[in-house]
């Protein structure tokens, strides 16, 4: 690693608040919209502008880091994680919210070295909420630390999870029949409408799990690195590692009730891209 990462976090930091910015001046107004799956599935010129503006502010900096951008690979480019330097980045996680101006969409970046996540910002300038984790610094929200809630029974816990952007019929069928089996055992659910700032919740301790089926690298990873260094777990649905480009995710506040959930979901396995 040819590069100092104080550095590189405190110049990404400043390319992540500048598109934000750009997001919430945004956030209330008409936006030009593009469909792209579905009719669910949408896609609008901030979040080409804000990822364009992310790949070129570190491009300037560090020319030989690479990416994976949820737009270039809507556009057709391979998702490929390799052991270089390499940002995983939504420039607008959340883009539904943002077509009807509901105040919770968020900027997520990440940079992996190694196939290991390093830095980790998830930023809703809407509403001022600026997630941030180093690997082995912690987690932070607006520069205070955070952590899990430490939750371990089901039936105390606070869900969160999100419908997605497919409408595929044995998605649906399982997505409906884990949110029917959980309501009966837990607390609560929540959907805020965002995979990462669902995440960001169990960071925070305002969420003790959160599971998806069907996200992407780019949903999960700045979560994924938030989640473990505030203190809480993160795997796959079914109990095994996570793997960042397997599109399920399961991160809760402790080991102990990441294993409870994991035996009451009813699994699915998305394809590459449904």
């Known amino acids: 690693m040819d590069f100092n990462m104080d550095e590189c976090y405190e110049h990404v930091l400043a390319l992540v608040e500048?598109?934000?910015?750009?997001i919430a001046s945004r956030n209330s107004q008409r936006k030009r919209v593009v469909e792209k799956s579905s009719n669910i599935d949408l896609l609008t010129e901030t979040d080409q502008q804000v990822e364009r503006m992310l790949m070129d502010g570190i491009t300037a900096k560090y020319p030989d880091?690479?990416?994976i951008g949820e737009e270039e690979t809507s556009e057709g480019k391979k998702a490929e994680l390799t052991d270089a330097p390499t940002w995983i980045i939504d420039p607008v996680d959340g883009t539904m919210n943002f077509v009807h101006s509901f105040p919770h969409s968020c900027i997520s970046i990440a940079l992996l070295v190694?196939?290991?996540?390093?830095?980790?910002i998830i930023y809703n300038p809407i509403v001022g909420q600026k997630f941030t984790a180093r690997r082995g610094k912690g987690a932070f929200l607006n520069g205070n630390p955070i952590h899990v809630s430490g939750e371990t029974n089901l039936e105390h816990a606070l869900a969160t999870t999100e419908f997605g952007t497919s409408r595929e019929e044995e998605k649906?069928?399982?997505?409906?029949?884990?949110?029917?089996?959980l309501v009966r055992q837990?607390?609560?659910?929540?959907?805020?409408?965002?995979a990462a700032l669902n995440m960001a919740m169990v960071a925070l301790g305002g969420a003790d799990f959160n599971y998806?089926?069907?996200?992407h690298a780019w949903d999960i990873a700045a979560g994924d690195l938030l989640v473990r260094e505030a203190g809480g777990v993160c795997l796959d649905p079914a109990g095994g590692p996570l793997d960042l480009m397997s599109r399920r995710v399961l991160c809760a506040s402790t080991q102990e009730l990441a294993d409870k959930v994991a035996l009451a979901l009813t699994q699915y396995y998305p394809e590459p891209r449904d």
Request: aromatic fraction near 6%.
């Open 65 to 67: 880091h690479k990416y």
């Open 172 to 181: 649906t069928r399982v997505v409906l029949e884990n949110i029917g089996k």
């Open 186 to 194: 837990i607390h609560g659910m929540r959907s805020l409408g965002s």
């Open 114 to 120: 190694g196939k290991q996540a390093e830095i980790a």
């Open 18 to 22: 500048t598109a934000g910015s750009l």
């Open 212 to 215: 998806e089926f069907g996200i």
